[in-house]
């Protein structure tokens, strides 16, 4: 179990013991021991000593597992503080729920620590209601039977809350009686991945759990106040309070009832938040298209998840983690998509000289995961150029990524909702995210650059596209008007035309392809790539097994090879992707593109190869000779009808055979036209088995070392690097 933090101090003061096994916890003071293997009391020990450790109130004034008479029953409250060691003046009520409650369970909780507020003998003042991840606090008027909603408890000595809670580092000034005064308080703190996914997922339920939100409608607004948060995080300066917090805006106001103060409350809230997202929206107006459409309470509940986490400098890796999982099934139930395993995604990123000069685009990027990794790869460079413990290397160091982020790393999305995931997850990793844009990955270069008026996007000028396309999504040529084509002009797509065997075209003097009437998204987007590459540039992509063996892809197989030059085929297990819910087995394809003469030179080799084969086997005359003779028979009227068959079939059948034979030995020839080594692996073990749950085995690094080296050999022009 890893150690909170505010627990190792407790045991180091002595406040509070664990057992060897830490199943047990014992509260020092209060001599009582507890299972603290329940969740909910790993919640309470850690409210405990934050009231002491924090807050400053002494343990001997703080009871725990109060009884409380109600009505003919007793329950018990988790914490009650006193203003006095003899427990007869009560000040602040705690009640604990464990981190997994639903909204609704905390909404009961709210009502529960109430309901001991009132039937505890004396005056309570305050309210605590805490899951850990979640807390709320009232200032609570016994008499009038009054809560308002409050920022934060009061420290010990104090006579009531501070208006804010966090300020950029830890304090922020105010005008007291005239005078202006520092008033410490805390900043915001970075948080462990486990506990961002437990935000992301429980945030997400908040808004949509009770019905009123779809969870798509619920995402999207939970998106739009992470980025209020970050833009908040971005532009408080040192010593300046956040706006995305609960400010205590109305407590001295004697004229208003509580219910006023909160609506009060709740209307600068929301105020303070739409003046955020739309201050954001002039800087990164591609974000968002629509406004916040949420009421004031739900705002003020995802902004009580949230105003005390550091998103921004929290460790990117699991900001990305976390993102993703929190995700991972959303995106399978609402979208049918899924992620691209995080082990996949980084082999293949790393196996490629990405560099911060280079300019990088996944043309199908889902949530940007490859662009992420990509990005995390230049600023491991960056680490390594500059030390950042001398403060002069910070400016270059962040110029070094920030650049790539910002003018070389480019992400389409065909799904709306799904590309504002992925500029989202950018911000997180802070920027990159001006060039991830929402649009058909698959339509002209020209038109996607115009329409989105972003001219990045320009044909041979990536030097790497890494992607994960979608498989099986059939695009029909009655449909895209890039599958369209006319004797006019000449195709965008040579795989939306049908192929042309060469021993056909020569017997029936067909030369020019017809269109198909539909084509597979994956085979486009390799396509596609080739047009955004430059010339000598890199394409890693992953694709379903049956484009590199079915016969009826050879087609595809020949134009891979006429386009591009082979670099390297690894083979993933059949349950890579198990545990997303895909199950195509898939490979990784590694492709350098030909420049056009190369390709040319390629198309003429072959069509040389194919004259020379034609005419040494004598292929015209010797067809059309069968051809005479099986007309001649059909025109017979005198043999035998039965015999006459036969015949025809036997002609039909060494017909066959024949042009079997030359496509056998056209095949074998053709291979030696281009005769240059491929690395090949096949991965058993990728780090996790089909559930996606972690195993040690993992080939991946040892395969990427290699491939890495012979990556680097080939864009060199070394290309027997292995002979």
């Known amino acids: ?50 009231l002491i450790l924090v807050y400053g109130y002494a343990p001997a004034r703080i009871q725990l597992f109060v009884n409380v008479p109600m009505g003919s029953t007793t329950k018990e409250a988790d914490l009650v503080v006193y203003h006095d060691d003899a427990h007869e003046a009560p000040y602040i009520v705690v009640e604990c729920k464990h981190q997994e409650v639903s909204e609704q369970e905390f909404k ?85 991945e486990s506990e961002l996914t437990r935000l992301f997922k429980q945030a997400h339920d908040a808004l949509w759990g009770g019905g009123e939100l779809q969870p798509a409608e619920a995402f999207d607004e939970l998106d739009k106040l992470i980025f209020c948060k970050l833009w908040d995080e971005k532009n408080t300066y040192d010593g300046q309070p956040y706006q995305f917090q609960i400010i205590n805006e109305t407590e001295n106001d004697p004229t208003l009832s509580s219910e006023e103060k909160d609506m009060r409350a709740l209307a600068a809230l929301h105020k303070r938040i739409l003046a955020l997202y739309n201050k954001g929206l002039q800087i990164d107006p591609e974000v968002f298209n629509k406004p916040i459409d949420l009421s004031p309470k739900r705002i003020r509940t995802i902004v009580q998840y949230f105003q005390g986490v550091d998103l921004l400098n929290t460790d990117l890796d699991c900001k990305g983690r976390a ?40 043309p199908a990027c889902g949530s940007g995961g490859f662009l992420l990794h990509a990005l995390n790869k230049i600023r491991e460079q960056a680490n390594q150029l500059y030390n950042l413990a001398n403060p002069k290397n910070v400016i270059p160091h962040r110029d070094y990524w920030h650049d790539f982020a910002k003018n070389r790393l480019f992400g389409i999305e065909i799904n709306d909702r799904i590309s504002r995931v992925a500029k989202m997850n950018m911000i997180l990793h802070d920027d990159g995210h001006t060039n991830v844009i929402a649009f058909d990955g698959l339509y002209q270069i020209a038109h996607i650059a115009e329409t989105k008026k972003n001219y990045g996007f320009a044909e041979n000028s990536f030097d790497f596209i890494v992607t994960n396309p979608p498989f099986g999504s059939v695009i029909r040529q009655s449909e895209k008007a890039y599958m369209k084509n006319d004797e006019t002009t000449a195709p965008y797509y040579d795989f939306s035309l049908k192929e042309i065997n060469w021993i056909e075209a020569r017997l029936k003097s067909r030369h020019r392809p017809t269109p198909r009437d539909s084509q597979s998204s994956e085979v486009l987007f390799i396509e596609q790539a080739h047009h955004f590459l430059r010339d000598g540039g890199i ?38 992707f198990s545990h997303t819910g895909a199950t195509v087995k898939s490979s990784l394809l590694f492709l350098k593109k030909y420049s056009s003469a190369q390709t040319e030179a390629i198309r003429q080799a072959k ?117």
């Open 1 to 50: 179990m890893n150690m909170n933090p505010i627990i190792q101090q407790g045991l180091e003061k002595g406040l509070i013991k664990l057992d060897n096994d830490q199943k047990y916890i014992t509260y020092v003071h209060q001599n009582k021991r507890r299972n603290y293997a329940d969740p909910e009391e790993q919640v309470q020990a850690e409210t405990y000593l934050k």
């Open 108 to 192: 009961q909780a709210v009502e529960q620590a109430f309901s001991y507020a009132h039937s505890i003998a004396g005056m309570v003042k305050y309210v605590w209601v805490t899951k850990g991840i979640k807390e709320e606090f009232y200032l609570f008027n016994k008499e009038k039977n009054e809560r308002l909603t409050q920022p934060d408890i009061p420290y010990f000595g104090e006579s009531g809350t501070k208006k804010y809670r966090y300020a950029k580092t830890g304090v922020y000034r105010e005008r007291v009686k005239g005078q202006l005064q520092e008033i410490k308080v805390n900043d915001i703190q970075k948080v462990s």
């Open 323 to 362: 993102f993703e999982t929190f995700l991972g099934s959303y995106f399978r139930g609402e979208f049918g998509q899924f992620f691209t395993p995080r082990n996949i995604v980084k082999f293949m990123v790393e196996v490629l000289p990405i560099t911060n000069h280079s300019r990088m685009l996944d």
């Open 539 to 576: 394409l890693a992509i992953v694709l379903p097994d049956g484009i590199l063996t079915n016969s009826t892809m050879q087609y595809v197989r020949d134009g891979i090879a006429e386009k591009f030059r082979i670099v390297g085929v690894v083979s993933l297990p059949q349950t890579a």
């Open 607 to 723: 069509q040389e190869l194919q004259d020379h084969i034609a005419d040494t086997h004598h292929l015209v005359p010797l067809i059309n000779a069968w051809e005479d003779e099986k007309r001649a028979l059909k025109k017979d009227k005198t043999s035998d009808p039965a015999t006459k068959t036969m015949q025809i079939e036997e002609l039909n059948e060494q017909i066959q055979a024949f042009c079997e034979e030359l496509e056998e030995l056209y095949q074998t020839e053709k291979s030696k036209l281009r005769d240059y080594p491929i690395f090949m692996a096949i991965v058993e073990y990728i780090g996790y088995d089909a559930t996606g749950k972690s195993i040690p085995q993992n080939d991946l690094p040892e395969i990427a070392t290699e491939l890495k080296a012979f990556i680097e050999a080939v864009d060199a022009g070394q290309d027997h690097f292995f002979a």
